[in-house]
């Protein structure tokens, strides 16, 4: 089993910046991705970013691709997602996941490990 918290979540103006942290624990030896998604009211859950773990490569999005910068910390056992020129439409609960599968970084189905979520809200 993996533990995934996520915190730094709040409201912002558009044009800010929000840091969201993700801590994992468990048995984290097992995990191959690491990654980031969003859901909005009515809307899908989306994929905003993710990390390989052994090497720190990172998967973006064109919807997010040079606003948002992921980041791992081996020591902390953490991963941040560095969000800048936040725009209304990023207004979300974010969720870090954790997938072992070595299949897709993007798709959610393969991600088996998720946190809680934290509110990102953007104002305009």
């Known amino acids: 089993q993996v533990q995934l918290v996520e915190s730094g979540g709040g409201l912002v103006q558009a044009g800010g910046s929000l840091r969201l942290s993700c801590a994992a624990s468990g048995r984290t030896s097992s995990v ?5 998604f969003r859901q909005a009211p009515g809307q899908e859950r989306e994929f905003v970013g993710a990390i390989r773990w052994s090497d720190g490569d990172t998967y973006y999005p064109d919807s997010v691709r040079g606003r948002f910068t992921l980041s791992r910390d081996n020591a902390e056992n953490t991963i941040a ?43 305009s």
């Open 81 to 123: 997602l560095q969000m800048n020129s936040l725009k209304f439409e990023d207004t979300a609960v974010y969720y870090c996941a954790a997938q072992s599968e070595r299949v897709s970084p993007s798709d959610p189905l393969w991600y088996y490990y998720w946190g809680q979520g934290t509110q990102v809200t953007v104002s």
């Open 32 to 36: 191959y991705f690491m990654g980031w």
